[in-house]
């Protein structure tokens, strides 16, 4: 199928979050949300596709020298420089798969003029590079995972990553994509563990969980992902408060993983945490149960040979996965030479990237038969309807059983969508959101989310964006965060 993109634009709306959410040096308080919207036409058809993400700050770029306005400004011009790439590229029709690749390219070395991250040009290439996914599934009336399983987006594996030469992605994705997904919950470094850690004004009446002893309580989540900070008393003192939490609710039957969140310049740091996770039983029963570590080192030294000796040993315990320092479609295969056991998979970064990271981990562990290396699925606060579906729909495609998921704790659902956009999402998709209160938030049954009605036509979302009730970027002004 040959396409031409025939319009385009990006919407702005603000959010703001119930709780603050710390990880590393930043706090999300408040940020935009982006929807880009792209008419194809394709097989004689037009048709609209939608991507969708937050702007979260210090993420993308953790510049000490760029503050929250200027990142915003920086993530709005990447957007912007990736829309008119994927525009020029598709002005005639042509292939999706060649047309993402050009502009791929030139977005990044856009960006590399600029000094701005690889991770940023990815995740300005990935909200359009989603809206085409979407439109393209919704031109042949199937679902993201039936378009991937049909070849509709024509990936040729071996272009990119010359050991994947005459493999297509059905070759690694599972037969069908899930239908429920277990929630990895997130603890972030300022989240309260119990109520006694809240002053009763911090306490909100929102009939939602606010603490993670809630959290087990209530919605049973059984897999956690915990934030580290690099400082080491603390965080033992934090793990301990965690494992007694975790041994008086759920026993041993419980699944962690650890954050370094670019906290550590050496491996060597983050093994003196190992070593004091063995001085009591309760930690030692957390370290028993860890899944993974990911990206202790920050993302300057995380790939270079000079300061990852480390790295082999840590994971020869444990795998040891990049997050932050999966900019380019390089750098997994780098970052397995140099001794990293996985990646992760966030659509912020691109779903292609995502598929062939999982064919290139699906090889490495001889053709599925084997499982020492990984890719998890990771957050980036998503939040519905477009954001958190489409991640979903991306991770149940691939087959990856347990995701981080924290867009429904930190936000107060589709709070910030209007009424009938919140009750089209309740409608079209009543599986995985419920009605709490006066709002409509996704639903936790047992520690998972429900989501089969995400297998629909296109990228994981049957509602249709209100660009209406958005800005555009040139009427948004970042004073109205407040």
Known sequence: ????????????????????????????????????????????????????????????????????????????????????????????????????????????????????????????????ERALMDA?????????????????YEIDPGCVHSELAGMRPVDWIPDRPL??????????????????????????????????????????????????????DHDIQRLTKIGTLLERHLGTEFHVTLDGNEQYSRAEDFEELLERLHDAPMLETIWKNTLLIEQPLARNIALDNAHTEGIRQLAAKRPVIIDESDGTLGDYPLAMQLGYRGVSSKACK????????????????????????IISGEDLCSVGVIPVQTDLCLAATLGIKNVERNGHHYH??????????????????????????D????RVIDGKFQIQSLQC??????????????????????ESLG
């Open 179 to 232: 239908n429920t997904i277990y929630i990895r919950h997130t603890v972030g470094l300022g989240d309260p563990l119990t109520l006694a850690d809240m002053a009763d004004d911090e306490r909100l009446d929102d009939q939602s969980p606010q603490t993670l002893e809630e959290y087990l309580q209530r919605c049973r989540v059984c897999y956690l992902k915990i934030k580290l900070s690099n400082q080491l």
């Open 136 to 152: 393209i599934a919704r031109v042949h009336r199937v679902s993201f995972a039936t378009a991937l399983r049909n070849d509709l």
């Open 412 to 437: 107060p659902g589709l709070n910030y969508l209007s009424h009938d956009e919140q009750q089209a999402a309740l409608a079209a998709h009543p599986d995985f959101y419920s009605i709490q209160g």
């Open 1 to 128: 199928m040959r396409l031409a993109i025939k319009s385009s634009r990006l919407g702005l709306r603000n959010s703001v979050t119930r709780i603050p959410f710390r990880y590393g040096g930043a706090c999300l308080e408040r940020c935009p949300q982006a929807v880009v919207e792209v008419v194809i036409e394709a097989a004689g058809h037009l048709q609209a596709g939608y991507g969708g993400d937050c702007l979260p700050p210090a993420w993308f770029d953790k510049s000490p020298d760029r503050d929250y306005a200027q990142q915003i400004t920086d993530m709005l011009a990447t957007i912007e420089e990736s829309r008119r790439s994927f525009c020029h590229e598709f002005t005639r029709p042509r292939s999706f798969i060649d047309g993402w690749w050009n502009a791929y390219q030139q977005a990044h070395a856009w960006a590399a003029e600029r000094s701005l991250t690889p991770l940023l040009a990815s995740f300005g290439v990935s909200l359009w």
């Open 439 to 442: 709002r409509v938030v996704p």
């Open 457 to 478: 036509q296109g990228f994981g979302f049957a509602v249709e964006p209100d660009f209406n009730s958005m800005e555009s970027p040139e009427e948004w002004r970042f």
């Open 350 to 373: 691109g779903p292609i990237k995502s598929i062939l990271n999982a064919g290139l981990t699906w090889r490495a562990n001889n053709h599925g038969k084997e499982d020492w290396f």
